[in-house]
Each structure stands twice: as structure tokens, then as C-alpha cells.
């Protein structure tokens, strides 16, 4: 939205501010929702690292499979943490990527990307 305003400034320029706020009203009830959002989606992310982290056997088959580039047994077994949003999976020789994002109604309301380095 973009706001054209005129103004007789006389001698001070600066004294034309105009008398509008060029920003919608402050509402905070979508931020929060993001916010609350966003938390879970941490929490789905921190089961995922922590099924890494303590099961060598869990890493071991993650990394194999996304080596072998076997998308359908990495998303398997990221499932298998025991997350409730599935996440965008990608993977190259250097690492694995995983954007867990949620929505309010159609719009995206916060996303979080976690990259883990294995080479």
C-alpha cells in the first residue's frame, strides 16, 4: 500500500510529517499464532536431531539413503522421529537440508531450516 501526501511546508520542511500511519494498525494475533507456530516446528526439528544424535543406526541408514538418493526411505525414516510436520528434504554429497514450514489459512506463517553438514 503506498501513500502519496502533500504538504505546504512554509520555511520548515521538516515540520511536514504527515498525520497517518503509513502501516497498517499493530494486531499481534497473527504474529503469536506464528510464534506458537514456529515453536512446534522446533520441536518436530529437535526430535529429528535428537534421533540423529543418539542412534548411530538412524544416522547410519539416513545417510546412506540420501546418498543413494532414495528420497521415499529419507523421508521414512525422518518420519520415524516422531515428528508431526513433514518437512521439504533435500540432500546433496555435503549434507541434508529439511524446511519444516506451517501455515494460517493459505499464507505461509514461519518456516525452519535445518542444515546438517556430513561431509
Not at 494498525?25 to 540423529?52: G, H, P, Q, R, Y
Amino acid at each position: 500500500m503506498h501513500y502519496l501526501f502533500f504538504c505546504n511546508t512554509g520555511r520548515d520542511e521538516l515540520s511536514c510529517i504527515p498525520d497517518f500511519r503509513p502501516y497498517p494498525e499493530i494486531n499481534t494475533v497473527l504474529f503469536k499464532t506464528s510464534a506458537t507456530k514456529a515453536i512446534m516446528l522446533m520441536e518436530d526439528a529437535n526430535l529429528v536431531m535428537k534421533k540423529i544424535t543418539s542412534s548411530s543406526s538412524f544416522s547410519n541408514n539416513l545417510m546412506a539413503a540420501a546418498q543413494q538418493s532414495n528420497q521415499t526411505e529419507v523421508e521414512h525414516l525422518v518420519d520415524t522421529a516422531g515428528i508431526k510436520k513433514k518437512p521439504k528434504i533435500t540432500y546433496n554429497p555435503d549434507g541434508i537440508t529439511m524446511t519444516f514450514q506451517d501455515n494460517v489459512g493459505e499464507k505461509e506463517c514461519c518456516h525452519i531450516i535445518l542444515k546438517l553438514r556430513w561431509e
